[in-house]
């Protein structure tokens, strides 16, 4: 069955230094997109990066970077430089389907990141 | 701002009554979708629409329903409501065309408190 698992509950890192947050995935698809998004505590959902499963680089946006191990079926989230303002849940998700199928999305329970100054 | 509208951003009600929730998808966004966030259940998809057509149903309650409009925007209604059902609702939408994956960016959510 399609799952996400999300291992870290929470996480504290110190201002500057880089950050991963772990993420791995089970899908009998071939075809699929992961994402991960960031909530802060305001509440809305902000879209971070995305990779596809037939991708063959890891998926790259600024400050955050996604390391895709497709044959351990995982998605770890990079952020790099962390800032205060990194300070949130951040939450991975898997999309199966394609074209007429619909897509149906889940989302793993979440990690929250602390950034310590 | 991700260009997903949703109306109203809090809504208060009692067990028993219905609700109407209301997105509008970014501009040329053909796919919507609705979720719903709990604290014990987390972040879950509900249902999607393309183009006026329902596309793909997660988790979703018999006393909801929803449907998305000519113009695109769309509605999730919510009947019978129960104390359980008060959570945040999302939408998202996304471009999707040729079967491509896209992604899905989130309006800024509704906030149901059921009493």
């Known amino acids: 069955a399609q799952k996400i698992t999300q291992t870290q509950p929470g996480m504290f890192v110190q201002e500057k230094e880089a950050v991963t947050l772990d993420c791995t995935y089970d899908?009998?698809?071939?075809?699929?997109?992961l994402f991960w998004y960031k909530q802060p505590s305001s509440g809305e959902m902000i879209f971070l990066i995305y990779?596809?499963?037939?991708?063959?680089q890891n998926a790259t946006e600024g400050r955050y970077s996604l390391n895709f191990q497709k044959a351990r079926k995982s998605a770890n989230l990079v952020i790099s430089a962390s800032q205060l303002g990194d300070s949130a849940m951040y939450f991975c998700?898997?999309?199966?389907?394609?074209?007429?199928?619909?897509?149906?999305?889940?989302f793993g329970a979440g990690t929250r990141l602390f950034v310590k100054a | 701002d991700s260009g997903v509208t949703q109306t109203p951003k809090h809504l208060i009600t009692a067990t028993g009554q219905r609700v109407t929730l209301r997105c509008s998808p970014r501009?040329?966004?053909?796919?919507v979708y609705w979720y719903q966030q709990s604290l014990d259940q987390g972040l879950q998809f509900l249902i999607q629409?393309?183009?006026?057509?329902?596309?793909a149903k997660g988790n979703i309650l018999e006393r909801f329903s929803a449907q998305q409009f000519p113009d695109l925007h769309s509605e999730l209604n919510l009947s019978s409501l129960e104390l359980g059902d008060s959570a945040l609702y999302f939408c998202?939408?996304?471009?999707?065309?040729?079967?491509?994956?896209?992604?899905?960016?989130f309006g800024p959510g509704t906030r149901l408190l059921v009493l």
């Open positions: 998202a939408s996304s471009v999707e065309y040729g079967g491509r994956q896209e992604t899905q960016y």
């Open positions: 629409y393309y183009n006026g057509e329902e596309r």
């Open positions: 998700a898997m999309r199966e389907g394609r074209g007429t199928g619909g897509f149906k999305t889940i």
């Open positions: 990779q596809g499963s037939y991708d063959e």
């Open positions: 501009s040329g966004d053909l796919s």
């Open positions: 899908t009998s698809d071939q075809s699929y997109g």
